[in-house]
């Protein structure tokens, strides 16, 4: 939703902070996200978009704060599924596979 030019939920840049984030919201994201720490998130969101290069152009409103959550939830299932032994086995054959081509992992992550 948007009122007056600005969405409900949005990172204000003059305060540094998101705006319409109320403690209903956060426990309605905890149930959505139960295993994220959604308060820890939303720090880091902050921290991001205030001091990267990335974030300082990105507009923050609900949509990107979804996004986020839903990228921490996969960083995690990834991280899980390399525990395994079949996991650590992959995880060990992708090292071997990209042993002196850094650069070409920088290239994209970029």
């Known amino acids: 939703m ?3 030019g600005h969405f ?3 990172f204000d840049r003059k305060i540094s902070q998101f705006v319409g984030v109320n403690e209903t919201l956060i426990q309605d994201l905890s149930k959505t996200y139960p295993h994220v720490n959604v308060k ?6 902050r921290h991001w978009l205030l001091h990267t290069q ?3 152009h990105r507009n923050a409103d609900m949509g990107f704060i979804c996004h986020w959550l839903n990228n921490v939830i996969m960083e995690r299932e990834e991280s899980t599924s390399l525990e395994t032994p079949l ?3 992959i ?7 990209w042993k002196n081509r850094e650069h070409v992992l920088a290239l994209n992550s970029l």
């Open 2 to 4: 948007e009122t007056n």
């Open 40 to 45: 820890s998130e939303f720090m880091k969101m």
């Open 91 to 97: 995880a060990d054959y992708l090292k071997g596979l």
């Open 54 to 56: 990335k974030g300082i």
């Open 8 to 10: 409900l939920v949005h």
């Open 87 to 89: 996991g650590s086995y």
